[in-house]
């Protein structure tokens, strides 16, 4: 069986302050992990992905996420906020390719001017 | 990646009647997978839809409430039967990579149901 934690489900930063969005997870394989953004009224669109390799990867709009798997962690980041960056933040587990996602709660994420 | 379209976009739907959802695809693929998004909620996977084959339905999810059909790789369909206040949610159909498997899904916009 496989779970997410999210950290926070409401995170509020000042525009141009670093935004850390937390995730744990736990799976019985080597996981997959995501993150996806849903804008209001909208679906939702990749941020970034973890499969196999490079630890930190990175994704659209500014965003970075590491996996460690000592911590079962996989934090996201991005240096900077912006107003746009606000949204629902999502992250996301899977035991491999074609398999289905196991979603965490949720953080929205919101931006002060 | 895979361009899915969602029917409808909304809806508002009286207490005790059915509505089916379709989930087009704009390339083949084997596994549809169809979620709920409950107000203010994260997503839950509703059931797993093969082509060719039942349904698989996670635990809380029953074929009766939500049967769901997939006549061939690039359509299915789910219809929320019988519905209730408590089926308000956005529906989410979403799909695997065709091809190179990479492992994200992609995701329609969600058909949002709101139940008088």
């Known amino acids: 069986a496989q779970s997410v934690t999210q950290l926070g489900s409401h995170v509020s930063v000042s525009e141009g302050a670093l935004v850390l969005l937390r995730c744990n997870y736990s799976?019985?394989?080597?996981?997959?992990l995501f993150w996806y953004v849903q804008y209001p009224n909208q679906g939702l669109q990749l941020l970034l992905k973890?499969?196999?390799?490079?630890?930190l990867v990175k994704g659209i709009n500014g965003f970075e996420a590491e996996f460690k798997k000592s911590e079962t962690s996989f934090h996201l980041t991005k240096p900077s906020a912006h107003m746009s960056d606000a949204a629902e933040y999502f992250c996301?587990?899977?035991?491999?390719?074609?398999?289905?996602?196991?979603f965490g709660g949720g953080t929205r994420l919101m931006v002060k001017p | 990646s895979a361009v899915i379209s969602q029917k409808p976009s909304r809806d508002i739907c009286q207490r005790g009647t059915s509505l089916t959802i379709q989930c087009q695809v704009d390339?083949?693929?084997?596994?549809m997978f169809w979620y709920r998004q409950q107000p203010g909620q994260s997503l839950t996977l509703i059931a797993t839809a093969n082509q060719g084959s039942e349904a698989t339905y996670e635990s809380g999810f029953v074929i009766d409430k939500f049967p769901i059909s997939r006549p061939n790789l690039t359509f299915s369909t789910l219809t929320v039967s019988n519905m209730s206040p408590e089926d308000s949610s956005i529906y989410l159909c979403s799909v695997a990579s065709s091809g190179r498997q990479t492992g994200e899904l992609f995701f329609g916009e969600g058909s949002r149901l709101t139940v008088l």
């Open positions: 973890y499969t196999t390799g490079a630890t």
């Open positions: 996301a587990v899977s035991e491999g390719a074609g398999n289905m996602l196991t």
């Open positions: 390339s083949q693929v084997t596994m």
């Open positions: 799976s019985s394989v080597p996981p997959y």
